[in-house]
């Protein structure tokens, strides 16, 4: 594969990115994903080789949910059965070819020039062109998109077209995690996005298309006969099933029912480990961490004492053995160790200290005889983690009831910034470039985040690590400290733990993978 211009640190330096070679180059490994990840079992040994047809059936524990369409959630790993985007990062954050096959950054780092393939048809049989990527930019911005990236893509000042597949993208400032936005934008069909939203029709280039939703019970697609990729996909459909209970979604898996699950709970995971006719494969990317959120607003939240002493508090490492299955890393701060924000020192800075949580308590001089509600989605992992956090707290003296919510009533609460006093969740973004977290994650955007917390400070070292050019990796590290010590020091968000992906795959599945963005790319997946 070419090598790319967009390091981690400094997208800018070189100005061609990539040239095309061709289908072949867009295979990064044999399922088209990350290639820093750990398998139990070599699932390709003894295989003879892809096979076409047969229907993959996936169990996940929540439903789609049309109106978070272009929004970071559980249902994301689904866009990209349907979709495609502009770019697709490897396992070192390197961006390579998917619907742009190659790009160039303007010298001053204020415009990008994207050269688009020319043989691409949506599902309905409409040409994909640059006006596509006009729109994708443009309809990111709307508020009602809830979009977590809406701030880069508020950054594109203009376009200018070069033919139906070349784009000029311009920039009100240098945008150091432009290529972030790139791998995020499923590029939909922009005359049917009205009826996306609503569930009715999902028009994309992706290698499935859609055949219908049941509400409740989950997607069913079929494959793309005129996918761009030659060959691909091997399977002839996928149905998505939707177990909201734990055990059901085990006894799926084990009853062949389905074959592969990225949602089995931590305790059930464990048990498989010991399983035949099971697969289980660890990214250990770090595309998602687990969290206590505060509502600074709120007392008593509202004093950064008592946010430390629930820093202090909770046992991540229990978190990580128990909730998590082993699975993920015990952490104080967001970052993963792939993140080139990433440092022992922040990993650490909080551990499990009750008698120095109980000290900050009181020094905080916050009462303690009112019971505070402790929201968290029903997922089993949430749940699980919420419980944890509430022992905890009931040991420093902090009394707490839990509000359970349904997911997709989560994630609207956590958007609008409607959460209870606590609460317990997960977010993704710190596996990517480090300014993301915090201009688009919705606990962390400097400008607007779900705990209402505001700093002069916390802006300007976003800022300045989201507006960066040059090459100087010192200077990008600076502004990632500056960034983690805020976040450290403030404990409006309080992360317990990275976690990994999970995947887990019957022995007669090959080839699923995932993205960055936690996409599932079944491109080269089949069943024998």
């Not at 059936?57 to 790993?77: E, H, K, R, V």
């Not at 993208?169 to 996005?193: C, G, Q, W, Y």
Request: glycine share 8%.
């Amino acid at each position: 594969m070419p090598s790319s211009s967009a390091l981690p640190l400094d997208p800018l330096t070189r100005r061609t990115a990539l040239r095309a070679a061709g289908a072949g180059a867009l295979l990064l490994g044999t399922g088209g994903g990350l290639a820093g990840c750990r398998s139990a079992v070599n699932a390709e040994e003894g295989s003879a080789g892809p096979k076409r047809g047969g229907t993959l059936t996936i169990a996940i524990n929540q439903d789609f949910t049309p109106a978070l369409l272009f929004t970071q959630t559980g249902q994301s790993l689904q866009s990209r059965l349907i979709y495609n985007t502009l770019i697709r990062y490897d396992d070192d954050l390197k961006p390579q070819p998917e619907l742009a096959t190659s790009w160039e950054y303007a010298p001053d780092g204020k415009s990008i020039t994207l050269k688009l393939r020319d043989d691409v048809t949506y599902h309905d049989g409409r040409k994909f062109t640059a006006d596509d990527v006009v729109f994708a930019v443009e309809n990111l911005r709307k508020p009602e998109r809830s979009a977590q990236l809406a701030a880069t893509a508020k950054a594109v000042t203009g376009f200018e077209k070069r033919g139906d597949h070349e784009l000029v993208v311009k920039l009100a400032h240098p945008v150091s995690n432009l290529f972030d936005l790139f791998e995020f934008m499923i590029i939909t069909d922009r005359h049917s996005v009205g009826d996306a939203v609503k569930g009715k029709k999902l028009n994309g280039t992706g290698p499935f298309r859609f055949k219908r939703w049941r509400p409740g019970t989950g997607l069913s697609l079929t494959r793309n006969e005129k996918y761009w990729k030659p060959g691909r996909p091997y399977l002839e459909a996928v149905e998505l099933r939707v177990y909201t209970q734990p055990d059901a979604l085990l006894s799926a898996l084990r009853s062949g029912q389905a074959q592969l699950s990225y949602h089995v709970s931590g305790k059930h995971l464990a048990t498989l480990k010991s399983s035949s006719g099971f697969t289980i494969k660890q990214y250990d990317t770090g595309n998602g961490a687990v969290y206590v959120g505060a509502t600074i607003d709120e007392a008593p939240a509202d004093s950064k004492t008592f946010r430390q002493a629930i820093a202090w508090a909770v046992d991540r490492d229990r978190v990580v053995d128990q909730a998590l299955g082993g699975y993920g890393l015990a952490s104080a701060a967001p970052w993963p160790k792939s993140s080139p924000a990433y440092s022992e020192a922040n990993r650490t800075h909080y551990t499990h200290d009750p008698g120095k949580a109980r000290e900050l308590l009181k020094s905080s001089g916050v009462p303690t005889s009112r019971t505070l509600p402790l929201g968290h989605p029903t997922t089993p992992l949430h749940t699980a983690i919420a419980e944890i956090v509430q022992y905890d707290l009931q040991q420093i003296g902090i009394k707490t009831e839990l509000q359970p919510f349904d997911p997709a009533s989560f994630q609207k609460k956590l958007i609008s910034g409607t959460m209870p006093t606590l609460w317990v969740n997960g977010h993704s973004f710190a596996q990517v470039q480090p300014a993301t977290l915090a201009v688009s994650a919705y606990p962390f955007n400097e400008a607007r985040n779900t705990s209402h917390f505001r700093s002069a400070e916390y802006t300007e070292a976003v800022q300045d690590a989201w507006r960066q050019k040059d090459a100087d990796r010192a200077k990008a590290h600076a502004h990632y400290q500056k960034i983690s010590d805020l976040l450290l020091d403030e404990a409006f968000i309080i992360d317990l733990a990275v976690q990994d992906s999970v995947q887990v795959t019957a022995e007669k599945l090959r080839g699923p993978a995932l993205t960055k963005f936690s996409y599932l790319n079944l491109d080269d997946a089949y069943l024998v």
